[in-house]
Protein backbone atom coordinates (compact mmCIF):
# COMPACT_ATOMS: atom_id res chain seq x y z
CA UNK A 1 0.00 0.00 0.00
CA UNK A 2 1.30 3.46 -0.60
CA UNK A 3 0.66 5.73 2.72
CA UNK A 4 1.65 9.29 3.26
CA UNK A 5 3.03 10.06 6.41
CA UNK A 6 3.09 13.59 7.23
CA UNK A 7 5.78 15.19 9.79
CA UNK A 8 7.66 11.17 8.59
CA UNK A 9 10.99 12.66 9.44
CA UNK A 10 9.76 13.16 13.17
CA UNK A 11 10.29 11.26 15.88
CA UNK A 12 7.20 9.06 16.09
CA UNK A 13 6.77 9.69 12.39
CA UNK A 14 10.27 8.65 11.60
CA UNK A 15 9.81 5.30 13.18
CA UNK A 16 6.34 4.80 11.72
CA UNK A 17 8.28 5.09 7.74
CA UNK A 18 10.70 2.07 9.50
CA UNK A 19 7.74 0.07 10.19
CA UNK A 20 5.87 0.81 7.21
CA UNK A 21 8.62 0.02 5.33
CA UNK A 22 9.15 -3.37 7.01
CA UNK A 23 5.99 -4.45 6.31
CA UNK A 24 6.28 -3.54 2.51
CA UNK A 25 4.22 -1.07 2.49
CA UNK A 26 5.52 2.27 -0.09
CA UNK A 27 5.96 5.53 2.08
CA UNK A 28 5.66 8.83 0.58
CA UNK A 29 6.84 11.62 3.44
CA UNK A 30 5.83 15.51 3.61
CA UNK A 31 7.95 17.30 6.37
CA UNK A 32 8.57 20.72 6.33
CA UNK A 33 11.31 20.40 8.59
CA UNK A 34 10.51 22.97 10.83
CA UNK A 35 11.51 20.49 13.20
CA UNK A 36 12.97 18.16 11.99
CA UNK A 37 16.36 17.02 9.55
CA UNK A 38 16.43 15.69 6.08
CA UNK A 39 19.07 13.51 7.22
CA UNK A 40 16.69 11.40 8.88
CA UNK A 41 15.64 10.14 5.52
CA UNK A 42 19.50 8.57 5.33
CA UNK A 43 18.92 6.95 8.62
CA UNK A 44 15.36 5.45 7.32
CA UNK A 45 17.33 4.06 4.47
CA UNK A 46 20.32 2.71 6.25
CA UNK A 47 17.88 0.31 8.70
CA UNK A 48 14.79 -0.98 5.75
CA UNK A 49 17.21 -0.59 2.64
CA UNK A 50 14.89 1.75 1.10
CA UNK A 51 14.71 5.41 0.84
CA UNK A 52 10.92 6.91 0.95
CA UNK A 53 10.09 9.57 -1.23
CA UNK A 54 9.95 12.64 0.14
CA UNK A 55 8.48 16.23 -0.48
CA UNK A 56 9.06 19.25 1.76
CA UNK A 57 6.36 22.18 2.22
CA UNK A 58 4.16 23.43 4.73
CA UNK A 59 0.92 21.23 4.76
CA UNK A 60 -1.14 24.28 6.27
CA UNK A 61 -0.50 25.95 2.39
CA UNK A 62 -3.90 25.34 1.12
CA UNK A 63 -2.35 25.30 -2.75
CA UNK A 64 0.35 23.35 -1.93
CA UNK A 65 -1.24 20.84 0.04
CA UNK A 66 -3.99 20.52 -2.92
CA UNK A 67 -1.69 20.31 -5.60
CA UNK A 68 0.09 17.93 -3.86
CA UNK A 69 -2.96 15.15 -3.35
CA UNK A 70 -3.94 15.91 -7.10
CA UNK A 71 -0.35 14.45 -7.91
CA UNK A 72 -0.30 11.68 -5.50
CA UNK A 73 -4.38 10.12 -5.75
CA UNK A 74 -3.10 7.37 -5.72
CA UNK A 75 -2.31 7.32 -1.99
CA UNK A 76 -4.34 4.57 -0.04
CA UNK A 77 -3.93 5.85 3.70
CA UNK A 78 -2.11 8.55 5.49
CA UNK A 79 -0.73 8.87 9.00
CA UNK A 80 -0.78 12.64 9.96
CA UNK A 81 1.88 13.29 12.41
CA UNK A 82 2.51 16.16 11.15
CA UNK A 83 2.45 19.16 14.03
CA UNK A 84 3.62 21.67 16.49
CA UNK A 85 3.95 20.00 20.06
CA UNK A 86 5.69 22.10 22.70
CA UNK A 87 2.95 22.65 25.31
CA UNK A 88 4.95 25.83 26.83
CA UNK A 89 5.43 27.19 23.20
CA UNK A 90 1.66 26.59 22.54
CA UNK A 91 0.49 29.14 25.66
CA UNK A 92 2.93 31.49 24.35
CA UNK A 93 1.93 31.56 20.49
CA UNK A 94 -1.77 30.06 19.94
CA UNK A 95 -2.67 31.64 17.12
CA UNK A 96 0.82 30.20 15.54
CA UNK A 97 -0.62 26.54 17.07
CA UNK A 98 -4.29 26.77 15.67
CA UNK A 99 -2.64 27.89 12.32
CA UNK A 100 -0.04 25.06 11.93
CA UNK A 101 -2.20 22.34 13.27
CA UNK A 102 -5.53 23.11 12.55
CA UNK A 103 -5.18 24.53 9.22
CA UNK A 104 -2.78 21.57 8.11
CA UNK A 105 -5.42 19.08 9.01
CA UNK A 106 -8.42 20.70 7.45
CA UNK A 107 -5.99 20.79 4.14
CA UNK A 108 -5.04 17.09 4.31
CA UNK A 109 -9.32 16.81 4.81
CA UNK A 110 -9.91 18.63 1.77
CA UNK A 111 -7.52 16.37 -0.18
CA UNK A 112 -8.64 13.70 1.13
CA UNK A 113 -12.40 14.34 -0.12
CA UNK A 114 -11.18 15.78 -3.33
CA UNK A 115 -9.00 12.96 -4.71
CA UNK A 116 -11.18 9.97 -3.11
CA UNK A 117 -8.48 8.91 -0.58
CA UNK A 118 -10.54 8.01 2.78
CA UNK A 119 -8.08 6.60 5.38
CA UNK A 120 -6.94 9.08 7.69
CA UNK A 121 -5.04 8.05 11.18
CA UNK A 122 -4.36 11.22 13.74
CA UNK A 123 -1.88 11.22 16.08
CA UNK A 124 -3.76 12.28 19.02
CA UNK A 125 -2.80 12.43 23.06
CA UNK A 126 -3.81 11.36 26.15
CA UNK A 127 -3.93 15.03 27.28
CA UNK A 128 -7.49 15.19 26.12
CA UNK A 129 -8.33 13.00 29.39
CA UNK A 130 -6.79 15.78 31.37
CA UNK A 131 -6.52 14.14 34.65
CA UNK A 132 -9.21 11.17 34.53
CA UNK A 133 -11.67 10.50 37.32
CA UNK A 134 -11.16 6.62 37.03
CA UNK A 135 -7.83 4.70 36.14
CA UNK A 136 -6.88 3.23 33.93
CA UNK A 137 -8.54 5.45 31.35
CA UNK A 138 -10.86 3.95 28.79
CA UNK A 139 -11.17 5.58 25.56
CA UNK A 140 -14.74 6.32 26.96
CA UNK A 141 -13.49 8.78 29.80
CA UNK A 142 -14.71 12.31 29.43
CA UNK A 143 -12.62 14.73 27.30
CA UNK A 144 -11.62 17.53 30.48
CA UNK A 145 -11.11 21.04 29.18
CA UNK A 146 -7.38 21.44 27.37
CA UNK A 147 -4.84 22.81 30.16
CA UNK A 148 -2.72 24.55 26.46
CA UNK A 149 -3.54 25.55 22.98
CA UNK A 150 -1.25 22.16 21.89
CA UNK A 151 -3.94 19.85 24.45
CA UNK A 152 -6.83 22.07 22.67
CA UNK A 153 -5.36 21.42 18.86
CA UNK A 154 -5.79 18.22 19.65
CA UNK A 155 -9.30 17.62 20.79
CA UNK A 156 -10.05 19.61 18.08
CA UNK A 157 -8.49 18.44 15.78
CA UNK A 158 -10.70 15.26 16.64
CA UNK A 159 -13.88 16.72 16.19
CA UNK A 160 -13.01 18.29 12.75
CA UNK A 161 -12.10 14.71 11.74
CA UNK A 162 -15.31 13.32 13.27
CA UNK A 163 -17.33 16.18 11.74
CA UNK A 164 -16.03 15.26 8.55
CA UNK A 165 -16.34 11.65 8.59
CA UNK A 166 -20.14 12.13 9.39
CA UNK A 167 -20.46 13.97 6.10
CA UNK A 168 -18.41 12.21 3.59
CA UNK A 169 -17.03 8.52 2.45
CA UNK A 170 -13.34 9.49 5.28
CA UNK A 171 -12.66 7.46 7.96
CA UNK A 172 -10.04 7.75 10.60
CA UNK A 173 -8.43 6.02 13.18
CA UNK A 174 -7.48 8.72 16.57
CA UNK A 175 -4.36 6.85 18.63
CA UNK A 176 -4.23 8.35 21.54
CA UNK A 177 -0.83 8.14 22.86
CA UNK A 178 0.29 8.19 26.42
CA UNK A 179 3.83 9.19 26.90
CA UNK A 180 6.58 7.91 23.94
CA UNK A 181 9.96 7.42 24.56
CA UNK A 182 12.91 5.30 23.70
CA UNK A 183 14.81 4.99 20.06
CA UNK A 184 15.04 2.53 17.34
CA UNK A 185 17.80 -0.33 18.44
CA UNK A 186 19.99 0.24 15.66
CA UNK A 187 20.38 3.98 17.37
CA UNK A 188 19.88 5.18 14.11
CA UNK A 189 16.88 7.11 14.59
CA UNK A 190 15.50 8.71 17.94
CA UNK A 191 14.38 11.53 19.41
CA UNK A 192 16.12 14.94 18.66
CA UNK A 193 14.75 17.85 20.44
CA UNK A 194 16.03 21.19 19.46
CA UNK A 195 17.58 23.43 22.50
CA UNK A 196 16.15 22.33 26.44
CA UNK A 197 14.07 19.38 26.39
CA UNK A 198 10.57 20.06 27.89
CA UNK A 199 9.95 16.36 28.03
CA UNK A 200 11.27 13.99 30.60
CA UNK A 201 13.18 11.40 28.70
CA UNK A 202 15.76 13.91 26.44
CA UNK A 203 16.05 15.56 29.63
CA UNK A 204 17.53 12.30 31.70
CA UNK A 205 19.62 11.17 28.84
CA UNK A 206 21.47 15.02 28.07
CA UNK A 207 21.70 14.81 31.79
CA UNK A 208 23.40 11.71 32.12
CA UNK A 209 25.39 12.57 28.30
CA UNK A 210 27.01 16.04 30.57
CA UNK A 211 25.41 18.74 28.48
CA UNK A 212 22.43 19.60 31.40
CA UNK A 213 23.86 19.61 34.99
CA UNK A 214 21.08 18.34 36.54
CA UNK A 215 17.52 17.37 35.93
CA UNK A 216 15.06 18.52 38.06
CA UNK A 217 11.86 16.22 38.99
CA UNK A 218 8.85 18.56 39.36
CA UNK A 219 7.11 17.58 42.94
CA UNK A 220 7.73 15.12 45.27
CA UNK A 221 4.29 15.85 47.20
CA UNK A 222 2.05 14.45 44.85
CA UNK A 223 -1.03 11.49 46.24
CA UNK A 224 1.33 8.98 44.82
CA UNK A 225 3.22 5.95 46.09
CA UNK A 226 6.40 8.03 45.83
CA UNK A 227 5.14 11.22 45.44
CA UNK A 228 6.50 11.97 41.95
CA UNK A 229 3.63 11.91 38.90
CA UNK A 230 2.99 8.66 37.21
CA UNK A 231 2.54 8.60 33.34
CA UNK A 232 2.76 5.79 30.63
CA UNK A 233 5.77 5.56 29.31
CA UNK A 234 6.00 3.16 25.85
CA UNK A 235 8.69 2.88 23.43
CA UNK A 236 8.30 4.62 20.35
CA UNK A 237 9.09 1.33 18.44
CA UNK A 238 5.97 -0.30 19.78
CA UNK A 239 3.90 2.90 19.43
CA UNK A 240 5.18 2.96 15.70
CA UNK A 241 4.08 -0.73 14.97
CA UNK A 242 0.48 0.40 16.19
CA UNK A 243 0.35 2.49 13.27
CA UNK A 244 1.07 -0.30 10.80
CA UNK A 245 -1.69 -2.23 12.19
CA UNK A 246 -4.53 0.62 12.09
CA UNK A 247 -4.01 1.75 8.74
CA UNK A 248 -3.78 -1.72 7.74
CA UNK A 249 -7.00 -2.06 9.32
CA UNK A 250 -8.65 0.70 7.69
CA UNK A 251 -7.99 -0.08 3.84
CA UNK A 252 -8.65 -3.80 4.86
CA UNK A 253 -12.05 -2.53 6.01
CA UNK A 254 -11.92 -4.31 8.91
CA UNK A 255 -13.48 -1.28 11.16
CA UNK A 256 -16.52 -1.51 13.24
CA UNK A 257 -17.54 2.18 12.93
CA UNK A 258 -16.07 4.87 10.53
CA UNK A 259 -14.51 6.92 13.26
CA UNK A 260 -11.98 4.86 16.26
CA UNK A 261 -10.32 5.96 19.06
CA UNK A 262 -7.61 3.87 20.44
CA UNK A 263 -5.61 4.32 23.76
CA UNK A 264 -2.00 3.68 23.06
CA UNK A 265 0.17 2.50 26.42
CA UNK A 266 1.40 -0.03 28.32
CA UNK A 267 -1.15 -0.01 30.89
CA UNK A 268 1.47 0.29 33.41
CA UNK A 269 2.17 3.22 35.04
CA UNK A 270 5.64 4.32 36.42
CA UNK A 271 6.18 7.47 38.33
CA UNK A 272 9.69 9.87 37.53
CA UNK A 273 11.93 8.21 40.18
CA UNK A 274 10.97 5.05 38.59
CA UNK A 275 11.54 6.01 35.54
CA UNK A 276 14.99 7.39 37.05
CA UNK A 277 16.00 4.09 38.56
CA UNK A 278 15.53 2.11 35.78
CA UNK A 279 17.87 4.87 33.41
CA UNK A 280 20.13 4.21 35.90
CA UNK A 281 19.44 0.38 36.20
CA UNK A 282 19.37 -0.35 32.25
CA UNK A 283 22.83 2.12 31.38
CA UNK A 284 24.70 1.88 34.58
CA UNK A 285 24.71 5.97 34.99
CA UNK A 286 24.39 7.67 37.85
CA UNK A 287 21.77 10.65 36.92
CA UNK A 288 22.52 13.80 38.88
CA UNK A 289 19.06 15.14 39.88
CA UNK A 290 16.79 17.47 42.29
CA UNK A 291 13.53 17.80 43.69
CA UNK A 292 11.77 21.14 42.89
CA UNK A 293 8.12 22.20 42.53
CA UNK A 294 5.83 20.80 40.84
CA UNK A 295 5.06 22.26 36.57
CA UNK A 296 2.40 24.06 36.11
CA UNK A 297 -0.59 22.38 33.92
CA UNK A 298 1.40 18.83 34.96
CA UNK A 299 -1.56 16.13 35.91
CA UNK A 300 -0.54 13.46 38.73
CA UNK A 301 -1.38 10.31 37.61
CA UNK A 302 -2.49 8.79 34.05
CA UNK A 303 -1.71 5.16 32.61
CA UNK A 304 -4.23 3.44 29.86
CA UNK A 305 -6.28 0.97 29.83
CA UNK A 306 -4.94 -0.67 26.78
CA UNK A 307 -7.77 -3.58 26.42
CA UNK A 308 -9.54 -1.96 23.80
CA UNK A 309 -6.40 -1.32 21.73
CA UNK A 310 -5.51 -4.90 22.42
CA UNK A 311 -8.38 -6.41 21.31
CA UNK A 312 -9.70 -4.76 18.55
CA UNK A 313 -6.59 -3.72 16.78
CA UNK A 314 -4.72 -7.30 18.26
CA UNK A 315 -1.80 -5.19 19.05
CA UNK A 316 0.39 -5.19 22.47
CA UNK A 317 3.10 -2.90 23.27
CA UNK A 318 5.78 -5.30 24.19
CA UNK A 319 8.88 -3.35 25.32
CA UNK A 320 9.66 -2.96 29.01
CA UNK A 321 10.57 -0.05 30.78
CA UNK A 322 14.23 -0.78 30.96
CA UNK A 323 14.37 -1.79 27.17
CA UNK A 324 13.15 1.88 26.76
CA UNK A 325 15.39 3.76 29.15
CA UNK A 326 18.58 1.93 27.67
CA UNK A 327 17.93 2.75 24.02
CA UNK A 328 17.32 5.96 24.34
CA UNK A 329 20.84 6.32 26.05
CA UNK A 330 22.07 4.53 23.08
CA UNK A 331 20.99 7.31 21.00
CA UNK A 332 21.78 9.97 23.13
CA UNK A 333 25.17 8.12 22.87
CA UNK A 334 25.29 7.59 19.03
CA UNK A 335 24.43 11.58 18.39
CA UNK A 336 27.95 12.32 20.26
CA UNK A 337 29.34 10.22 17.56
CA UNK A 338 28.13 12.03 15.08
CA UNK A 339 29.28 15.51 16.64
C1 LIG B 1 3.77 16.37 27.83
C2 LIG B 1 2.58 17.26 27.67
C3 LIG B 1 1.52 16.50 26.91
C4 LIG B 1 2.06 16.11 25.57
C5 LIG B 1 3.35 15.34 25.72
C6 LIG B 1 3.97 15.22 24.35
C7 LIG B 1 2.64 18.78 29.60
C8 LIG B 1 1.93 19.22 30.83
N1 LIG B 1 2.10 17.73 28.95
O1 LIG B 1 3.37 15.22 28.59
O2 LIG B 1 0.40 17.31 26.73
O3 LIG B 1 1.13 15.34 24.87
O4 LIG B 1 4.26 16.01 26.58
O5 LIG B 1 5.32 15.26 24.35
O6 LIG B 1 3.63 19.35 29.21
N2 LIG B 1 9.33 15.82 34.33
C9 LIG B 1 10.28 16.17 35.28
N3 LIG B 1 11.37 16.87 34.88
C10 LIG B 1 11.56 17.27 33.58
C11 LIG B 1 10.58 16.91 32.63
C12 LIG B 1 9.48 16.20 33.04
O7 LIG B 1 10.13 15.84 36.46
O8 LIG B 1 12.55 17.94 33.29
C13 LIG B 1 8.15 15.03 34.75
C14 LIG B 1 6.84 15.73 34.49
O9 LIG B 1 6.48 16.56 35.56
C15 LIG B 1 5.90 14.54 34.31
C16 LIG B 1 6.80 13.47 33.69
O10 LIG B 1 8.14 13.86 33.98
O11 LIG B 1 5.45 14.07 35.53
C17 LIG B 1 6.66 13.36 32.19
O12 LIG B 1 6.81 14.66 31.62
P1 LIG B 1 6.90 14.89 30.04
O13 LIG B 1 7.89 13.96 29.44
O14 LIG B 1 7.11 16.36 29.81
O15 LIG B 1 5.47 14.43 29.52
P2 LIG B 1 4.02 14.91 29.96
O16 LIG B 1 4.06 16.14 30.77
O17 LIG B 1 3.34 13.72 30.56
Not at 239 to 260: G, I, S
Given at each position: ????????????????A????N???????????????????????????????F??????????????????????????????????E??????????????????????????????????????????????P?T???????????????????????S????????????????????????????????????????????????????????????N???????R?????????????????????????????????????????????????????????????????????????????????L??????????????????????????
Open positions: MKILVTGGTGYIGSHTVELQSDHEVIIVDNLSNSDKNVLDGIEKITGIRPEEEFNLADKKKTADFFKRHSDIEGIIHFAAYKAVGSVEKPLMYYRNNLFSLVNILQGMKDNHIPNLVFSSSCTVYGQPDELVEKAPIKKAESPYGNTKQISEEIIDTIESSELKGIALRYFNPIGAHETAIIGELPIGVPNNLMPFITQTAAGIRESLRVFGDDYTPDGTAIDYIHVVDLAKAHVVAVERMVNQKMKKDFEVFNLGTGNGYSVLEVIKSFERSTGEKLNYKIVGRRPGDVEQVWADTQFANEEGWKAEKGIDEMTLSAWKWQQSLKEKD
